[in-house]
C-alpha cells in the first residue's frame, strides 16, 4: 500500500492536514481459527485535519475521515 499527506498553512495560526492511505493487503491465513478475514480494513482512506491556534497556549483540531467500504484484505 501507499501513504502520502500534504500540509499547508493558509493562515499563521491555522494548519490544514490531508492524508491519503491506500491498501491492498492479502490475508492469507486465519489469525483466528475460522476467521479468514480478522482485520476489516479498508482500501481506500482519506481524512483531513484542521488546527486553528489561539494564542501559544490554546488550539482546536477538527479530523474529517472517510474510509470506503472495500476491505483490503478480500
Known sequence: GIETSVT?????????TALYTYRNSQQGMPVVQYIVQ?????KHQFSVVA???FGSRFFVASLRKHADDRSAGG
Open 8 to 16: 499547508a498553512a493558509p493562515m499563521r495560526t491555522l494548519d490544514v
Open 38 to 42: 480478522s482485520l476489516e480494513l479498508p
Open 51 to 53: 488546527t486553528q491556534r
